[in-house]
């Protein structure tokens, strides 16, 4: 059975720093492209940070791109998502997937609230 497992989440002030973790298990973890999924309050689902299955090609959207980093060790099934200097707006439920547009195929999220 296929699965994810999201974990890290938190709350956090305005400027400080937050890192999430993610496991996959019951499929070939090291084949698959992997992507960080957010849903912020009253939004709709947005593809923050897309990993390819070795690591070397990676992306995140222009708004994250100089904060956060995405990254992987195919040795323990894990993918994670490095997170500076965040923001209110990145406030919401992050999911780590493997359907680029985050509906399906993904963990049960974890929550991340930045505020003071």
């Known amino acids: 059975e296929e699965r994810l497992v999201e974990s890290g989440g938190g709350l956090v002030q305005p400027g400080g720093s937050l890192s999430l973790s993610c496991r996959g298990s019951?499929?070939?973890?090291?084949?698959?492209?992997m992507y960080w999924v957010r849903q912020s309050p009253g939004k709709g689902l947005e593809r923050v940070s897309t990993?390819?299955?070795?690591?070397?090609?990676?992306v995140s959207i222009d708004s994250v791109e100089d904060r956060f980093d995405i990254f992987r060790d195919n040795s323990k099934n894990m993918i994670y998502l490095s997170m500076q200097n965040l923001k209110p707006e990145d406030t919401g439920v992050y999911y780590c997937?493997?359907?680029?547009?985050?509906?399906?195929?993904r963990g049960q999220g974890t929550q991340v609230t930045v505020s003071s």
């Open positions: 990993i390819d299955p070795d690591g070397e090609y990676k």
């Open positions: 997937t493997l359907d680029p547009t985050g509906a399906t195929r």
């Open positions: 019951g499929f070939t973890f090291s084949k698959y492209w």
